[in-house]
């Protein structure tokens, strides 16, 4: 049985990083009765391992829940739960448009926060009904008057009809089931008119094959019709059509302003794309939907398997992610050193080691990665123009005339007491100050940064700063000349591809000392003595050099003629010196990954 359209709301739940999203969700669906006490768990959308042990939404996640309002009526309520991080920022955009409305997340302790600010322009450019909704509100240092002030000074939305909540302890949430239903609209859509949907999101499941998320725009959906998908042109009968509530129920139909899931048996990966039209395949739909707007990578790293032989499953797990996560982006690469793998652009670092880690733990890949990097436009004598992904691929400085770098525009939200560090840390990372503003006692800062400087290790600093009170969003401004030099770092003598970056000219020393000390640090030590050395050019910038593991040969000359014991120790140096000579440097993955994570401590 399809509910009256009136009766349908649509909304996504928005907030910053901890602002309690999910938890406001687990509320929600424990009110209406999507799950019972004994199904409950916290976080209950987040149905990822990584998610549950990291605290974090990466991937958005639908529900449909039934809500008997004060009016008698029975309400649909289709929710969607997104991520609150900067890197994630593509999940948010697409669940906004599937949706009409949305429920602000405020926490009453911190307030606003700069991805607060930045999902909700996302929201506004979707045309949404913007409910502010002030969480948290039984601790003892949250301040709802104050909250409510900043919503209006910052936002620019009133914030005097707030829904005031305890996500935690359940206080407020009828009042906010209510505001859903009377505040927010109801979908639009004629369920006479021919089928069109919009592919929200999709993932790969070992039975079903590709699974996918719809949202029915106009028409209806029934199982066993061809569908036709107007993006890839393939045609499928659809097998299973039905709901989340969270688990999987099948319903057989979607009416128009309904969300759910679909599965034509797909086990090709190109055959759906996000974003993508479906519509009957007799009668198809006259215009296709305008889909999403495609992401666009920030920072790349090049993937590649240590095993050789597992090029093949490498590239089939990259296939099964990108399907899941439409920001991932993916290509072949060949290098000297570490042999066939993939070059991935993701939107920021912590996306990077969400991907790396899935691929561990998903597909048990075990995986060299190479410095993060960021697209660099090289300019040759020549005229010609070249995109750098890898510096590792940077051509002769000889034949380079300039080459351009990215740079952000980053907005920060602070504390005032911790504003001086941030502006000393902005400086330092060559940042060029645009605004400060005051709003009740924090401060918004804009800077434009140069993206590689941000890319490392800029938002943890932004964190230890701060003591972790700091918020930050960031979205590409434009690109610009820079004195920039490639560094190569030598490991006894041999360069490491993996490792090369490309630095400011300014920060190079820095920077090369401090990979050279990390390194020192994490490379296991051998039995031959090994110099870690950071150069540009054929020049050396910095060095530090790991001691030998040696083994007393002394021990057995008890007292007696000391040219024994000397004789002894020139016999051990010769030897380590050989060894060194053929001696081969493996140099464990966690390094890398660690090595590149450099903090100034």
Request: negative net charge.
């Amino acid at each position: 049985m399809t509910t009256e359209q009136s009766h349908i709301r649509n909304f996504a739940i928005i907030a910053h990083i901890d602002h309690g999203k999910s938890t406001l969700a687990d509320r929600l669906i424990q009110t209406c009765g999507g799950l019972t006490d004994r199904e409950m768990k916290e976080q209950v959308l987040d149905s990822m391992e990584l998610e549950r042990e990291r605290g974090i939404t990466i991937k958005a996640q639908t529900v449909r829940l039934m809500h008997k309002a004060a009016d008698g009526q029975e309400y649909q309520l289709n929710l969607m739960d997104t991520p609150g991080h900067v890197d994630f920022a593509y999940e948010v955009s697409r669940s906004l448009a599937a949706c009409e409305g949305s429920l602000l997340i405020v926490d009453a302790t911190q307030g606003v926060e700069a991805q607060t600010l930045a999902n909700v322009y996302q929201a506004i450019d979707n045309n949404h009904e913007i409910i502010p909704v002030i969480n948290k509100i039984d601790l003892p240092a949250s301040d709802v008057e104050r909250v409510k002030r900043q919503i209006e000074d910052v936002i620019g939305i009133d914030a005097s009809d707030a829904i005031e909540v305890s996500a935690k302890t359940g206080v407020g949430i009828p009042e906010l089931l209510e505001a859903i239903v009377t505040r927010l609209p109801s979908p639009q859509g004629n369920r006479e008119a021919q089928l069109q949907a919009l592919l929200v999101d999709s993932w790969y499941d070992p039975y079903l094959g590709v699974v996918i998320l719809v949202r029915i725009m106009e028409g209806m959906m029934r199982e066993k019709e061809k569908l036709y998908f107007m993006n890839t042109r393939a045609v499928y009968d659809a097998e299973n059509v039905g709901i989340f509530t969270p688990k999987h129920i099948k319903t057989g139909m979607l009416a128009a302003g309904e969300m759910g899931y679909l599965t034509c048996g797909i086990k090709d990966i190109s055959e759906t794309s996000i974003g993508d039209t479906i519509t009957h395949e007799k009668k198809r739909c006259a215009t296709k939907l305008a889909g999403f707007k495609p992401s666009v990578p920030m920072v790349f790293c090049s993937l590649f398997p240590s095993d050789s032989g597992e090029y093949d499953k490498l590239r089939d797990s990259l296939g099964k992610l990108t399907l899941n996560d439409a920001s991932l982006h993916f290509e072949p690469e060949n290098s000297m050193a570490l042999g066939l793998g993939f070059r991935c652009g993701f939107l920021g670092l912590l996306h990077m080691e969400i991907i790396q880690e899935r691929l561990d733990r998903e597909f048990d890949l075990d995986l060299i990665p190479t410095a993060p990097s960021v697209v660099y436009h090289i300019y040759t004598n020549k005229g010609e123009k070249i995109e750098l992904y890898n510096p590792a691929d940077m051509p002769d400085p000889v034949y380079v005339e300039h080459i351009e770098e990215p740079w952000i525009k980053a907005t920060i939200f602070v504390p005032d007491e911790y504003l001086g560090g941030i502006l000393a840390l902005c400086q330092e990372r060559r940042g060029e100050q645009v605004e400060l503003t005051y709003v009740g006692g924090r401060a918004m800062v804009i800077y434009l940064l140069p993206l590689n400087e941000v890319v490392f290790d800029f938002y943890d600093r932004l964190k230890s700063v701060s003591r972790g009170y700091a918020s930050f969003d960031y979205e590409i401004d434009s690109y610009r000349e820079g004195d920039l030099v490639k560094m190569n770092i030598l490991v006894n003598a041999e360069p490491v591809d993996a490792l090369a970056m490309i630095v400011h000219r300014s920060q190079a020393d820095r920077r090369g000392r401090q990979l050279c000390e990390r390194l020192k640090d994490l490379i296991p030590r051998q039995m031959f003595k090994i110099a870690i050395q950071a150069a540009i050019g054929g020049k050396i910038i910095a060095r530090e050099t790991l001691s030998a593991l040696r083994k007393d040969v002394t021990a057995k000359c008890y007292g007696g003629d000391i040219s024994r014991k000397r004789k002894l120790l020139e016999k051990q140096k010769k030897g380590k010196k050989k060894m060194r000579q053929y001696g081969n440097v493996e140099i464990p993955q966690s390094a890398f990954i660690a090595a590149l994570k450099m903090g100034d401590e």
